[in-house]
């Protein structure tokens, strides 16, 4: 009967501490997205598989991990599936439902179920975990939390302004300053290939661009070619792979660039909106950049487009990202219902405030004293004494048996308990209690009162 | 493309209203647990297969939701019971890991792996949902909410003691007032079925006695004697029936029936530990009553049952329960762990707090203010004083778009935000801002400090 016990690989177990540290990173952000307007909503851990299948490409439908129908599912399978031992055609008709992939097609789903009830603009945020079949590897999980905030229903750019404030908000907030936050623009990226006549190769196009980072200009310039992108078009971009200076200067220098392009104007358009009115409302701690190569999820994006690198002297990838799209809900049959949004990467950030050592030291100390048990008639001194200490809201405890002191001390300095609490004969006399501060060592006999006052 | 969208039956889409209702549960329940020094853990929401299964008898194993492998999961399909389309049988090939069924088994499976992590005696909490394939009815559904608290590594009666203040804590800090903490102890069950020389009967004996309240004395006697349990003993238990008075007389009675029945004596000691200790540390508004008909999970229970009945005012199933247990760990390999734990009914909790109108305004009333935008200039001076409403800690927002003013003030009042503030050419000159109170329609020119001062 007896088994070694495991968890399916791909997925973890928090400790106390562990727990804790998360619950600082997601209060601290949740915090700020309702201090900005964003409220919370929550969606199912699985959707009719419908909902979720064909949104997220080929690749996508592969990963979304699908939930066999309860009972003798065998009974409505595809005969002819089941006779091919076709497992890719037989699985729509053993399986209905699927576990959430993202938190967007949900919250797609959920503005086009709930459009009636819905105050637009609708500001709403979730954190929820997802899942994905990936091959599990080091910083990637199978089952791992996002955390989304959108604003759906205005087109107005101040979202976009709002967005960027809220990004430095946050990690303002988690003392994790230096981040920068890149902004590049989807009609940016649509006028480059319009100015070289490639408006067909869009996509090959930014995909190559988006490397400029990892495989330099040589490396980009040769994807670009290989795409059948022409060798005097590339020739005309090239001022882009060299855009260097502040926001200001490479926007002049964009301007030169996509003179001839309606839709990049409209793009520098949008990023000057943003600009200037954050040079009105300084950011706190986060720089802000301009990125003409940044692409993400192209095929989504319409507009703005966000990245957030962490501080310079921490090697990870982005710890955040979002941007505008225009027709997010189309999918389920609302037209025209603009949207924007972010998202925080919260393992990422976990891992940057872990290795810059930023996690308060109080996060996972929050028993604040343990008492001590020497037996039945000390231990009901104790209970009344651990009552009065948590009705003044202090987080304590009384080790249940009367155990060797060593062993109740022991346990004391594991959990990080900073007091421990001692009564016998002589403080029941007195009404009183000794407290022991478990660093320094120093002890007091106090009152309760006095207890709750000194470490309260 | 367009699909109507919908959720699968038994799952919920939680509305911004709804997750700041329940979150004022959760958050109330996680104060008071950390009062008490408990610490959260959070295991995956799926496990392996062989984890789950086996673990609730035949109809859980049924009612667990099994997730099919990925990628060609026919290859490695029981060939056997793929010619015989055998869905039972051909699940365990198809099919290696299952979503979590309860909170009990996968702290068991938690507290066997970390063990020797864990400091001892380990008070652990934890709020996650778990997944059922039932019948979804009024009140019951697929995708749930547990809240459970559990000490684990000691038998010290304490801990039931502190079990009993805790719900009590809780709620009373929900406004709960009046809720019935009934607790019964296995021990004095298998008494009755000593005395009465019908051991081996004992599930049944419970099993009938538990349904005294639904079905009166002479249901229970007929049931017991379908079950073939004798008349003559069916007449020795008698007194059991008519049980009555407080706590303390109701042990009296018990000393009598159970006078001949060792392990009937010891659960009397047992009670009367719990209820002594009680009696220096009154509950605050919770009755603690004996119902020695409390059955529950019987063959999981070895000590103390207990469970807790909403408010006599309101018709609802219990609100919570649970028990000691002796040996949660032994199917992972780990013996004589004892436990000891308690759940809280989210759900049912949510319904008798909207019931009796317990759930406090501010609940879902979060943003404070409403800058109405009036153009792009006024947009910017109103960012500027949003920027500073929320450093100073108040939640509002700016109105993204110069919409008609009709159009925005109904969206502050469906949203229920009590002030809205108004910015056009004379408040920008003055440097001051119009604060109009939504309910009474009193208006006040004031600087951004004396807003932060009168709202925050």
């Given at each position: 009967m007896a088994q070694k016990p495991s968890i399916p690989k791909g997925t973890r177990d928090f400790t106390p501490q562990e727990v804790a540290k998360r619950n600082f990173i997601f209060d601290t952000i949740k915090k700020e997205f309702k201090k900005f307007g964003f409220q919370a909503i929550e969606t199912p851990s699985f959707e009719?598989?419908?909902?979720?299948?064909?949104?997220?490409?080929?690749?996508?439908?592969?990963?979304?991990?699908?939930?066999?129908?309860?009972?003798?599912?065998?009974?409505?399978?595809?005969?002819?599936?089941?006779?091919?031992k076709d497992s890719l055609k037989l699985t729509p008709s053993i399986s209905e439902k699927a576990l959430r992939y993202?938190?967007?097609?949900?919250?797609?789903?959920?503005?086009?179920?709930?459009?009636?009830?819905?105050?637009?603009?609708?500001?709403?945020?979730?954190?929820?975990?997802?899942?994905?079949?990936?091959?599990?590897?080091?910083?990637?999980?199978?089952?791992?939390?996002?955390?989304?905030?959108?604003?759906?229903g205005s087109d107005s750019l101040w979202q976009e302004?709002?967005?960027?404030?809220?990004?430095?908000?946050v990690f303002s907030a988690l003392k994790l300053e230096g981040v920068t936050i890149k902004i590049n623009n989807r009609k940016i990226l649509s006028g480059f290939a319009e100015v070289i006549g490639e408006q067909d190769k869009l996509i090959d196009f930014t995909v190559a661009l988006d490397k400029l980072d990892k495989i330099g200009e040589d490396g980009v310039v040769k994807e670009m070619l290989s795409k059948g992108i022409a060798e005097d078009a590339i020739a005309q971009i090239k001022p882009v792979f060299g855009l260097e200076g502040g926001f200001a200067e490479k926007i002049e220098a964009l301007k030169g660039i996509l003179a001839t392009s309606e839709v990049g104007k409209k793009g520098i358009?949008?990023?000057?909106?943003?600009?200037?009115?954050?040079?009105?409302?300084?950011?706190?701690?986060?720089?802000?950049?301009?990125d003409v190569t940044l692409a993400r999820g192209l095929n989504y994006y319409t507009g703005a487009i966000f990245e957030v690198a962490a501080p310079e002297n921490?090697?990870?990838?982005?710890?955040?990202?979002?941007?505008?799209?225009?027709?997010?809900?189309?999918?389920?049959?609302?037209?025209?219902?603009s949207g924007v949004g972010i998202s925080f990467?919260?393992?990422?950030?976990?891992?940057?405030?872990?290795?810059?050592?930023?996690?308060?030291?109080?996060?996972?100390?929050?028993?604040?004293?343990?008492?001590?048990?020497?037996?039945?008639?000390?231990?009901?001194?104790?209970?009344?004494?651990?009552?009065?200490?948590?009705?003044?809201?202090?987080?304590?405890?009384?080790?249940?048996?009367?155990?060797?002191?060593?062993?109740?001390?022991?346990?004391?300095?594991?959990?990080?308990?900073?007091?421990?609490?001692?009564?016998?004969?002589?403080?029941?006399?007195?009404?009183?209690?000794?407290?022991?501060?478990?660093?320094?060592?120093?002890q007091d006999r106090l009152t309760l009162k006095e207890i709750v006052t000194k470490i309260g």
């Open positions: 009719n598989s419908d909902t979720l299948m064909g949104k997220y490409g080929d690749e996508g439908d592969r990963l979304i991990f699908k939930i066999l129908n309860s009972g003798d599912f065998l009974k409505k399978a595809d005969q002819n599936a089941y006779d091919d993202d938190l967007t097609v949900p919250f797609a789903r959920f503005v086009v179920q709930h459009q009636n009830e819905i105050d637009f603009p609708f500001k709403r945020y979730q954190i929820q975990p997802v899942w994905r079949a990936d091959r599990p590897q080091k910083g990637r999980f199978r089952e791992f939390y996002q955390c989304d905030a959108d604003v759906v302004v709002e967005f960027v404030q809220l990004y430095d908000a358009e949008e990023l000057e909106f943003i600009q200037n009115a954050l040079s009105e409302m300084p950011l706190k701690t986060a720089n802000l950049d301009l921490v090697k990870m990838g982005s710890i955040g990202g979002g941007g505008r799209y225009d027709d997010l809900t189309g999918i389920f049959g609302l037209k025209n219902i990467g919260l393992d990422r950030i976990y891992l940057v405030l872990e290795e810059l050592g930023l996690f308060p030291d109080a996060v996972a100390d929050d028993v604040k004293a343990l008492f001590i048990n020497f037996g039945e008639k000390e231990a009901l001194y104790s209970f009344k004494g651990v009552n009065a200490l948590r009705a003044g809201g202090v987080n304590a405890e009384v080790f249940p048996d009367a155990a060797k002191m060593k062993k109740q001390m022991n346990y004391a300095n594991k959990r990080n308990i900073p007091f421990v609490i001692l009564a016998g004969d002589e403080e029941m006399q007195e009404g009183k209690y000794t407290l022991k501060n478990m660093k320094t060592g120093e």
